[in-house]
Nanobody
Framework: QVQLVESGGGSVQAGGSLRLSCAVS????????MGWFRQASGKEREWVAT????????VYAGSVKGRFTISQDNAKNTLYLQMNSLNSEDTAMYYC????????????????WGQGTQVTVSS
């Protein structure tokens, strides 16, 4: 059974940093793309970043490029999202996702999702 479990969220002041983790179990070798998405209160879920597990390629949304870094530790089956220079617009529930196809910024491309971890940035 596939499980994605996020952790590392919390409250931080503007300008601060957090590192999110996503522990993946089950079918880990079959995933070709891992991603982070976020959903602010009252808004639609939006793409943050994706990581091609075979190529190591990374793609970021414009709003986080240069501030966030997505990475993977294969030995630990864990996906990370290092978030620096956080601001209030980064406040959201952050979700980890996985698929076995091409990397995409579309939520519908991802078959597996975690439960989310809350990030709150205060100014």
């Amino acid at each position: 059974q596939v499980q994605l479990v996020e952790s590392g969220g919390g409250s931080v002041q503007a300008g601060g940093s957090l590192r999110l983790s996503c522990a993946v179990s089950g079918y880990t070798n079959g995933f070709t793309c891992m991603g982070w998405f976020r959903q602010a209160s009252g808004k639609e879920r939006e793409w943050v970043a994706t990581f091609g597990t075979k190529s190591g390629s990374t793609v970021y949304a414009g709003s986080v490029k240069g501030r966030f870094t997505i990475s993977q530790d294969n030995a630990k089956n864990t996906l990370y999202l290092q978030m620096n220079s956080l601001n209030s617009e980064d406040t959201a529930m952050y979700y980890c996702a996985a698929n076995s196809g091409f990397c995409s910024a579309q939520t519908r491309a991802f078959s597996y999702w975690g439960q989310g971890t809350q990030v709150t940035v205060s100014s």
